[in-house]
């Protein structure tokens, strides 16, 4: 099983600043026949179900505000929200679906400083 | 819009089973996978499995094999999770979750989940 790996476990941020979340694969989750990284991020908030924000590493999904934005590629990706809103409290997972079974990170808690 | 629609909360003795329904709608229910995904009290997000609702078959994660059963009911557009032999390990909250797919094409990101149930397991 591919192992993903976040860091920080947790970090606290001032509003309008920025946070980055780091995720490392066990494993290459890149295709080389389509260039493409499998890798998704979600928010979690509690009492809700996950949200995807990102897939294929950097492409933002439809209605997820630009101050989301994904990076990385192989085996090292970055989550990094611009300017942290309080709205963006929760914890962050990602996700390999490069090859069964899917697994995500163990979660980053961001809060509000 | 998209919803999926599950069932509410069970409680549940150590050595039973649970079924949790998730009812879909607002797309073509034959044509996305339907994954199911759960949170352990306490822990993070971990992939059961998949159903494919249009021609039943199912994968499962290793670590479920022989003891959860997806399947669905093509006419009320619902997908079905039955865990048996429940232990205390298997409480916290169990979500279906959409693959995002294209032209029969599916991605195992997921871009619809249902609201989760929550699964006790006590004696």
């Known amino acids: 099983d591919i192992v993903m790996t976040q860091s920080p476990d947790s970090l606290a941020v001032s509003l309008g600043e920025r946070a980055t979340i780091n995720c490392k694969s066990s494993?290459?989750?890149?295709?080389?026949?389509?260039?493409?990284?499998?890798l998704a991020w979600y928010q979690k908030k509690p009492g809700q179900p996950p949200k995807l924000l990102i897939y294929w590493a950097s492409t933002r999904q439809s209605g997820v505000p630009d101050r989301f934005s994904g990076s990385g590629s192989g085996t090292d990706f970055t989550l990094t929200i611009s300017s942290l809103q309080a709205e963006d409290v929760g914890v962050y997972y990602c996700q390999q679906y490069y090859s069964p079974p899917w697994t995500f990170g163990q979660g980053t808690k961001v809060e509000i400083k | 819009q998209v919803h999926l629609v599950q069932s509410g909360a069970e409680v549940k003795k150590p050595g039973a089973s649970v079924k949790v329904s998730c009812k879909a709608s607002?797309?073509?229910?034959?044509?996305?996978?339907i994954n199911w995904v759960r949170q352990a009290t306490g822990q993070g997000l971990e992939w059961m499995g998949w159903l494919n609702p249009a021609n039943g078959n199912a994968g499962y994660a290793q670590k479920f094999q022989g003891r959860v059963t997806f399947t669905r009911d093509t006419s009320t557009s619902t997908a079905y999770m039955e865990l048996s032999s429940l232990k205390s390990e298997d409480a916290g909250v169990y979500y279906c979750?959409?693959?995002?797919?294209?032209?029969?094409?599916?991605?195992?990101?997921?871009?619809?989940w249902g609201q989760g149930t929550l699964v006790t397991v006590s004696s």
């Open positions: 494993q290459s989750v890149l295709y080389n026949s389509n260039n493409r990284d499998y």
């Open positions: 607002g797309y073509t229910f034959n044509s996305h996978d």
């Open positions: 979750a959409r693959s995002d797919c294209t032209n029969s094409r599916c991605e195992y990101h997921f871009d619809f």
